[in-house]
């Protein structure tokens, strides 16, 4: 890796360059260095690095605004950079989703657990941890193992012309493991994930063991009845579902016309024990950061708070849009394929955790589902909720103090209605982040009346 | 529309010359990376190099909310030590930087310790140029055409509840090189464009996410008929909102069901497509996309569908997102056919799994950019067409819907149980399409159940679903097409309506 000096001299010319010829710029530098083992029937099939270092660019002429990010090794790359991103901002119309930048000085907090100094020895070993998680996964009753293991590290450095200016590093990892039989329709996922690889062999053997045991106890699982069915969600499958009703205290989501939550603020949209919040300070959370992109201090800011929507998310723009503070909050959030745009985003969704036990949430009264993880979720009309999601991986019916193997069923119901309708909430709080949950969400199992559950008719 | 080209272009700019500098340099050392690869031993090394510009505008109810400019270069390297699969990027054009990338991928594949080696087949050295036929380089093309284009798409989205559209347009050259002797270059132009369009009426939103993405130069936007495209989207979801009802009688018996090109499209993607992919079938995708339930099947005998069916899958047509010459590991292109008859035909292959059900690849490996390994994609799917047109598909169907568009849809990951929720369909009553507009008809059933259920197919071959298929980890998302002519199945149970 470059030396942090490097990247800041970098960061500096931008802005001593790029503000003779903006409003305003922001800058900055971020080097990356990932690695990812993926594996699959028992073996690893490809090892993978990347090494990328880019220059992010915010530019501010008049009313304009203009975005780019492109690799850069030397003065003269990021001079080149700031002319083209000027020249093409100058030929666009004024913005119209531009209200301003940070433009306080503040101090920053230090985050903690979120740099693990191990992580290049560790990738190095990595392959004989990810054959040791296969064959316990095996051990715990899989036949067949898949999955990715991915190590990322980064540093960058940020200055605005306004006058913030920071730097931060940080390390994660995230492991999915999948068990499988031999037969198709019996498998079980584990997963782990956090900032500290090198402390954190046991939960990724664990997540094999996990894998592997619901995987076994998937077999001979039988065609679900459709109906409807009181759900046990995972804290995976609850954060793809239900954690998604705070991804949606987006204002930018509201304005396009894609988040049920429109007019919902001030209202009860789930019960008194929920309470979720936006929160970049996390210890341990994938995205945690002490400032955001325009360099506003990160926080803890309440969305839902006892089952009332009490915020949205908000960068400096749509804080003056609806004249309220922003949440620090801002994003450069991509657009499609190579388009970017400073924008409200949530980095970590964080849930208080439940008082439930595994066994008093598990204790039902009435034909009960538990899923453990799922995937394809898609909207019929993302202001009104309705959706589908498909439960992947073991599945079980509660009925009368017996757990049975089910298959073949699809959730066919509305988040909103479903948000509404938690009932009980368990004390086994986890962060998950996979490829059906892009934003790290730190949840618990929850329980869900009266949902719809739907089948295959022929 | 006025021509596109003018002085005020990007290629006109300092910027093409920074570009024709990048990509000599890019291809220089993507074949030092070969040469390196080589001396430290790994049996079979390729390099891609990519380098890539996107011009983007996003606009919303109208108003541009958005506009940017990214180039994108880099090398993707693969290396196979020991029978074990090593991948490299880096986007800094610099011989240490790729030499420190590829040892590391080197030793990390070396202590994979692969119980299974790698084995690519037979070597592959084809030297090749091509490129998508582009009459109007989008490169070429004023930020004020583009403006023009999107002020109009904007027009006809007008009394819509809300709308938003983005356009990026994307350039992408590619020179792969080997150590088998493949040196390949080629360049692909895409016009990337989405809308979310919602309709508001007394009972309710309607919306639509509609991918509109052409494969090739500005003309594209004329050949295609694109704005009278978008306005007669903008009418038809208008008309679904405010007409359409519950039909209870629907689900009271099995019912015959056409459906229009756009979701033969989605169904031969997600039905057909994906679980004919080799890697799904041999488990390699297993915690990521899935697996596919052709893995208990027959390859040529068993039967997944009516002999009405029969499924295309061909990167060779031109003028789509799908096309290809050569494929990500140089293999030449040619047309799939993956259902005959009913009976699974052939699977979609890249090398490694040509060589694992020992038929050799043919050329389905595709990388998204150079930080991305080549792997088994479709390019364009699709239902071939029948005789049949779509009246007298109709004229015998007493009762039915004809779905013409669909909105929320889900498959398995096997890609065994699916789900198609249509958006604008029509009741069928007496071998006629009424004016009767059916609200949200759910056909959800597994795949066999459905292919089974086909009796005949249109001759209206179109391609109305392009899409950005995703898979693997980390996502790779391509531009693929998919389409077909109307399909009519019989007796279909429907899992919902309204």
Not at chain 2, 364 to 393: H, K, Q, V, W
Request: charged share 25%; net charge negative.
């Amino acid at each position: 890796m470059i030396d942090a000096d490097h990247l800041k001299t970098l960061g500096d010319i931008a802005i001593d360059y790029g503000s003779k010829k903006t409003d305003a710029i922001i800058a900055r530098v971020v080097q990356t260095k990932n690695s990812q083992l993926r594996f699959s029937q028992n073996n690893i099939d490809i090892s993978k690095i990347w090494e990328e270092l880019k220059l992010e660019l915010f530019v501010v002429i008049g009313e304009k605004t203009g975005t780019t990010d492109r690799p850069i090794t030397s003065e003269d790359d990021v001079k080149k950079t700031i002319d083209d991103t000027v020249s093409f901002t100058k030929m666009l119309p004024d913005s119209m989703f531009f209200a301003g930048l940070e433009d306080k000085i503040q101090s920053y907090n230090k985050l903690k657990k979120q740099y693990d100094a191990k992580i290049d020895t560790f990738a190095e070993q990595a392959p004989e941890l990810i054959n040791s998680v296969i064959d316990k996964t095996m051990s715990a009753g899989a036949k067949r193992v898949a999955g990715a293991l991915m190590l990322k590290k980064r540093y960058f450095f940020f200055r605005s012309s306004l006058g913030p200016e920071g730097s931060s590093r940080g390390t994660t990892f995230d492991l999915n493991v999948r068990a499988l039989q031999d037969e198709l329709d019996y498998s079980g996922q584990g997963l782990a994930c956090g900032t500290i690889p090198s402390k954190s062999e046991k939960n990724m053997l664990e997540a094999g063991v996990k894998a592997g045991r619901l995987s076994k106890q998937a077999i001979g699982a039988v065609q679900g009845t459709p109906g409807t069915y009181d759900l046990i969600l995972s804290p995976t499958v609850a954060a793809n579902v239900l954690g998604s009703i705070t991804e949606s205290a987006n204002p930018f989501y509201i304005m396009m016309g894609v988040s049920p939550l429109k007019d919902k603020m001030g209202e009860q949209i789930g019960p008194e024990f929920i309470t979720a919040y936006e929160d970049s300070l996390f210890d341990g959370g994938l995205n945690s950061t002490p400032f955001d992109w325009e360099g506003s201090p990160g926080r803890t800011t309440r969305i839902i708070d006892q089952g009332i929507l009490k915020s949205l998310v908000h960068n400096t723009t749509t804080s003056k849009m609806f004249d309220t503070e922003t949440t620090g909050s801002s994003q450069m959030a991509s657009l499609g394929i190579g388009m970017k745009m400073l924008l409200p985003g949530i980095s970590n969704i964080v849930f208080d955790n439940g008082n439930y036990s595994q066994e008093e949430l598990f204790d039902v009264d009435k034909p009960t589902i538990y899923v453990t993880c799922n995937w394809y979720s898609r909207t019929q009309n993302a202001q009104t909720g309705d959706f589908s999601t498909i439960p992947r991986d073991a599945m079980f019916l509660l009925n009368k103090g017996e757990m049975k193997p089910i298959k073949n069923m699809r959730i066919s119901d509305n988040v909103l209605r479903m948000f509404a309708n938690i009932d009980a909430l368990g004390n086994d709080r986890t962060q998950v982040y996979w490829w059906e949950v892009p934003t790290p969400t730190v949840i618990s199992t929850m329980r869900v009346r009266d949902c719809k559950m739907t089948a295959a008719t022929q | 529309m006025k021509p596109a080209v003018s002085p005020q272009s990007l290629s006109s700019s300092k910027y093409l010359d920074r570009t024709v500098s990048k990509v000599k340099d890019g291809k220089d050392l993507a074949e030092y990376c070969i040469e390196f690869g080589e001396k430290i031993g790994a049996e079979y090394v390729e390099a891609r190099f990519v380098n890539s510009s996107v011009r983007g505008l996003a606009f919303r109810n109208g108003a541009m909310i958005s506009g940017g400019f990214t180039p994108s270069s880099g090398i993707g390297v693969r290396v196979l030590v020991d029978g074990s699969m090593g991948f490299a990027s880096f986007d800094r054009l610099e011989k240490s930087i790729a030499e420190e990338a590829i040892t590391t991928a080197s030793k990390m594949a070396k202590n994979s310790k692969s119980k299974k080696p790698i084995d690519l087949g037979e070597p592959i050295a084809n030297v090749a140029k091509w490129k998508m036929e582009t009459k109007e380089p989008l490169n070429d093309v004023d930020i004020d055409t583009i403006m023009e284009l999107c002020t109009e798409v904007n027009e006809q989205m007008k009394g819509l509840s809300s709308f938003v559209f983005i356009f990026n347009g994307n350039v992408i050259d590619k020179y792969l090189v080997t150590n088998e002797g493949t040196k390949i270059d080629s360049q692909l132009s895409y016009l990337l464009m989405y809308a979310i369009m919602t309709a508001q009426a007394k009972g309710g939103s309607e919306q639509k996410f509609l991918d509109l993405t052409l494969a090739g130069g500005w003309e594209r936007i004329r050949e295609s008929h694109f704005i009278e495209n978008v306005k007669d989207e903008v009418k038809r979801l208008k008309k679904t909102t405010e007409n359409a009802v519950k039909i209870e009688e629907l689900m009271a018996q099995p019912i015959d069901m056409i459906v229009g090109p756009e979701v033969a499209g989605i169904i031969v993607h997600e039905n057909v497509g994906h679980p004919s992919e080799g890697d799904r079938i041999m488990g390699r995708e297993g915690a990521q996309a899935g697996e596919s339930f052709w893995r208990d099947l027959k390859i040529g005998e068993s039967r997944v569908g009516s002999d009405a069916v029969n499924v295309i899958e061909d990167p060779t047509i031109v003028k789509t997102s799908g096309h290809y010459e050569y494929d990500d590991e140089g293999v030449k292109a040619r047309k799939r056919e993956l259902i005959k008859e009913g009976i699974i035909h052939e699977p979609l292959l890249n090398r490694e799994f040509g060589t694992k059900f020992g038929t050799g690849s043919n050329a389905a490996a595709r990388a998204t950019d150079f930080n991305r390994e080549p792997i088994i994609r479709m390019a364009n799917t699709y239902f071939e067409p029948g005789d049949y047109s779509l009246e007298e598909l109709v004229e015998d169907v007493k009762l039915g819907v004809y779905m013409r568009s669909f909105t929320e849809w889900n498959i398995d990951d096997r890609r065994y149980q699916s789900k198609y929720t249509g958006s604008e369909a029509y009741l069928i009553k007496d071998g006629e399409i009424t004016d009767t507009m059916v609200k949200k008809p759910v056909m959800e059933t597994t795949s066999v159940g459905m292919l089974s259920a086909v009796d005949a197919v249109s001759k209206n071959l179109r391609f109305d679903f392009p899409g950005t298929c995703g898979k693997s980890d980390p996502m790779q998302g391509i531009p693929v097409y998919a389409g077909g002519g109307e399909i009519r199945f019989r007796e279909i149970r429907l899992g919902g309506v309204g």
